[in-house]
């Protein structure tokens, strides 16, 4: 498989391909030359001044006027790497780890950061070799950058910390030591470089959006088909009432849902009613609004990935090193909350369509069973649905309307944006589940349709689904299939792709 490249620019979609094919990667001949240049300029920066640079022969935050002596600058950076090293919760997912790297590789890449090459290097080979640093979720402000978690990063790199290797956690030197390598002697700007910067945030903003990508789509597709097990109609999607709103979400989910359903029977039948309750009826709107949240929040994160935001920043050409704050997320912070709330509000739909389908009303027995009473059929689902969507308006509450200040008041406006990144992350998780009901829920209902068929596409579909999960004729147990539900969508391969 062909090794990919570390570009100047990079996208979330070529993202998405490098983790699916399991692609190494490999620094550009353009990135060892100026990633050299810079650390060559630095050197000389200091042999030939004698002044103050921040963070290079100075002290960190509110420390950053007590200079360093010469002698104490590489044992300055393994401490600031060590003592940043505090912190707590839940360890990083595996996955968003994986991104954590590779986003920090991408950021030193520019050659704007004074770092070794081989400190760059050793990065590679973490990623290239699957060594995972671990990583904990709580403890960013994301200001400074996402100091802690990236301390944690960086540990590995001086031979200190853990890491997953081989499905196994082991302390960093013992990984060290099968490959041989010796731990980084970290040089002036080192440490700071590695722990200055929004990789964190960052690498969170690329997983949920890879993944509300796709549940964007899906939510189309499962509200299509609870749309032709509820007898809905078809005259909403209509693109002439879209074309006069224009907004493109907006339009882009109208004309998907309108061609999922093409060559529904059950959709040309006559209809007894003259409207749907909002959640079949504004689909478009609601749907269309998330998925333009989505673009903006990818905007955000593109732009990001694509940054240099450690401090201080290098210009080697213009003999430059400036002091300033690239490292601040309150770009990611507003984004990763807006995100959540756009992922909040179709998981909040799709749980009101799961409601009616089990309501008893046109023509579908009540909860979606033989016997109600004797069976309670489908009636828990919903409550469980219900609970999840429930947490998510409450994990919706913006992290970046808040600050703190740190660093003896040197730090006194904070972006939260790592909270933001967390908070964000359990809203797709719940997301998730919460189509997973409705999709198990609407494909109940559409059996108590028949002989009438939904369109080919969707009766594909729930075709591929019943070799996971079958009908419920009377009560059974629950859970199990809705895991079933929720492992079907995490599989499951639309041939549709996220647009706006």
């Known amino acids: 498989m062909a090794t990919y490249t570390i570009n100047p620019t990079i996208d979330i979609e070529t993202i998405g391909n490098i983790l699916a094919k399991k692609q190494k990667i490999a620094l550009s001949a353009d990135s060892k030359a100026r990633i050299v240049a810079c650390r060559d300029f630095l050197d000389e920066k200091l042999r030939s001044n004698k002044e103050l640079l921040y963070g290079i022969n100075t002290g960190f935050g509110s420390l950053c006027d007590t200079p360093i002596s010469e002698k104490n600058l590489t044992k300055l950076q393994k401490n600031l790497v060590m003592s940043h090293a505090c912190g707590v919760g839940e360890e990083v997912s595996p996955e968003i780890v994986r991104l954590m790297l590779l986003m920090k590789i991408q950021g030193l890449c520019y050659g704007n950061s004074g770092v070794q090459l081989q400190t760059v290097e050793r990065l590679v080979l973490l990623y290239n070799h699957d060594i995972l640093p671990v990583v904990y979720q709580q403890g960013s402000l994301g200001a400074s950058g996402d100091l802690v978690p990236l301390a944690h990063l960086a540990l590995p790199l001086i031979g200190e910390g853990e890491v997953f290797f081989k499905n196994k956690k082991r302390h960093a030197k013992d990984v060290l030591r099968i490959f041989k390598w010796k731990p980084i002697r970290l040089r002036s700007k080192e440490g700071l470089a590695l722990l200055n910067g929004t990789q964190f945030m960052t690498a969170y903003g690329v997983h949920c959006l890879l993944r509300s990508q796709r549940l964007a789509v899906l939510a ?88 240099i935001t450690d401090n201080p920043i290098i210009f080697p050409e213009e003999n430059a090193i400036l002091s300033g704050g690239n490292f601040h997320g309150q770009p990611l912070a507003f984004a990763l909350d807006f995100l959540a709330m756009a992922l909040g509000e179709l998981g909040s739909i799709s749980e009101r369509r799961t409601y009616q389908m089990i309501s008893g009303a046109r023509q579908l027995p009540p909860f979606l069973v033989a016997n109600p009473g004797l069976n309670s059929g489908f009636m828990i689902p919903q409550y469980t649905a219900a609970s999840i ?60 349709r ?33 895991e079933r539900s929720i492992r079907f969508l995490r599989n499951y391969r639309s041939s549709d792709t996220f647009s706006s």
Request: charged content about 25%; proline content about 4%.
């Open 389 to 448: 969507v429930s947490q998510n308006k409450q994990l919706c509450t913006p992290a970046s309307v808040d600050s703190i200040v740190s660093s003896n008041g040197q730090e006194d406006h904070v972006s939260m944006g790592g909270n933001a990144a967390t908070k964000c992350v359990r809203v797709v998780d719940n997301l998730e589940k919460i189509l997973a009901i409705e999709l198990f829920t609407a494909a109940q209902a559409i059996e108590f």
């Open 220 to 307: 189309d597709t499962i509200a299509a088909l609870s749309l032709d097990a509820f007898d809905g109609r078809i005259e909403p999607f209509d693109k002439r009432l879209h074309a006069i709103r224009s907004h493109k979400g907006q339009v882009r989910v109208a004309r998907h849902v309108s061609n999922l359903l093409k060559g529904s029977r059950l959709m040309r039948r006559k209809k007894d009613h003259v409207q749907d309750p909002y959640s079949f009826r504004c689909i478009p709107q609601v749907h269309g609004a998330s998925r333009d949240v989505i673009r903006f929040a990818a905007d955000i994160v593109r732009t990001k990935m694509n940054s």
């Open 450 to 482: 028949r002989p009438a068929t939904t369109s080919p596409i969707l009766e594909k579909i729930i075709a591929e689904y019943r070799k996971k999960v079958k009908f419920i004729p009377e009560d059974a147990v629950m859970y199990n299939r809705i």
